[in-house]
């Protein structure tokens, strides 16, 4: 109440006691467990409501952060004041900021020296070329044996033929790379360009993912600075080759999912209030899965190992879906549809319109090997194929789509039956534990030569994860199979979908020679999972202190430990050249040598 007379303070008058309602009794415990549980001190938190559940709150942003926040505490205890309009606008905008500045410090690390080695480096020697080639023929062609000398030499030489080469890989991934080698020329900064840029926007997105999926974006920011110091993601963000790029389609799809998965809840949330059935169909126009969709098909259109991911997602979509329908459910009225029937229906919806848009992306990919020329010699691989052989029972189809599905079989029939040795090959079984990396680039440089100033030296590009960071993966791992088996938590079981759909159809080719350097893949979804078990280590916000500074110590020494084991390692990420003795240091396992 106002009183003008006390200086016009707001202050409270006591209340009149027989008019204070009596607090709510809340139910007791009903099984001896519970009891005994509550006579410890335990409660049980407050369960939300269905709304609640379908839509947490975001942790800061318009509209949720108020207009006027108070001064930091930690701030002024360090003697900091910002001024209030400033501190109001950065906590506004710290789910921005946070992440942005993260993946800033991520582009610093993958732009800095980015030309060195200058040399097509491992697999370099197959792509970089035929992004070259697709751009300037719209399909990949032969190229001389000295080819990569005459690149890479003082006075650098092109030496483009029109002669169609058999490529075994969509043509999606090489045409990213030719941007940037018609930004740069055809250099390793060309070459490599559009794949750093990738590496550094996917830091930037896993820390938006990651606030989306705990509603904190200092969790956010934690599982982008853990990618940004990843080593296996760190090299492959500086190399060119494929397998970064199709990381990279996989978390925007499963970020733009995430999204769409918000997005409608809320809506079904809207109404659940306005108190109408949960039986309709169509749960609105959602651009977000279309885009996602679109994701997926760039995927498998620049690997064909992106294609299991279009599965998971749209398993994984489905389940969304049904879930908010069964939390919805809550509201059913009498005569509408059994729930089952609807979930269906979600299935089936998710297929096709991701399984379809994904299908139509990857099939554009093929547009300029479709548009090459059909005649003998002139056009890309096979593209002459149909033309040749006129007969069959497919004859009803357009030549160029005979000729592809010839060209599909080729290629796949090459890769289910690559069996030839390989130095650096290793068994999925041991990519968790990082048993065999891939070396992408060696030398051993004497006194005098590379900036070496010993007896000798070691300069080598090593494909291998932090390995403090991925062996704290397979703790964290362990922890969202408890969370997803045990207490259902969705994000667990989110992250370990889209783990699985990268990870294990390797297992079916036992036989077949694969590297590890495949398990970028999947390394978001590892970040993702070391992140989850970070904020369980912290405790939950209503926790004791001595709770939170116990388990923010834990946690903040993980982080530190493991940017320190990247720092550690990152000569021989880089290509630095250091004394041998510092080399053998860092080959911690003797299959890393």
Known sequence: ?????????????????????????????????ARALAGAGYRAPRRASAAEQLVPRMPDGPGVTPAVVEPSPLLARIGVRLPDPLWSWLCRWAGWLGPLAVALFAGVLRFTNLGSPHALIF?????????Y???HLGYESSWPDDANGLITAPNPAVPLQHQAAFVVHPPVGKWIIALGEQLYGMSPLGWRFMVAVLGTLSVLMLARIGRRMFRSTLLGC????????????????RTA?????????FLAAFGLLLVDRDRTRARIAERIEQGLPADWWHLGWRPYRLAAGVCLGLMTGTKWSGAPAILALVLLAAFWDSSARRLAAVRRVPG????????????CWSGLSIGLVAGATYLAGWTSWILSSPEPGKGGYLRDWAAQHPGGSWTWMPDWARSLWHYH????????NLTSPHTYQSNPWSWLLLGRPVSFFYESPKNGQSGCTTAECAREVLAIGTPLLWWAGIVALVYCLYRWVMRRDWRAGAILCALAAGYLPWFNYQARTIFLFYAVCFVPFLVLAVTMMIGAMLGRADASPDRRLAGGTGAGLLVVAVMWNFLYFYPIYTGQTIPMDDWRARMWLDTWI
């Open 1 to 33: 109440m106002d009183h003008p007379e006390r200086g016009g303070v707001t202050v409270l008058e006591p209340a009149d006691p027989a008019a204070v309602p009596a607090p709510r009794a809340e139910p007791g415990p009903t099984s001896r467990w």
């Open 123 to 131: 697999d370099e020697t197959y792509y970089a070329k035929d992004a």
């Open 133 to 135: 080639a697709l751009w």
């Open 222 to 237: 934690v599982a982008g600075l853990l990618l940004s110091v990843d080593g296996l993601h760190f090299v492959l963000s």
């Open 241 to 249: 080759i494929l397998d970064l790029l199709v990381m990279f389609w």
């Open 336 to 347: 509408s549809l059994p729930l089952v029937v609807r979930q269906l229906w979600d299935f």
């Open 409 to 416: 079989h080729e290629i796949w029939h090459f890769n289910v």
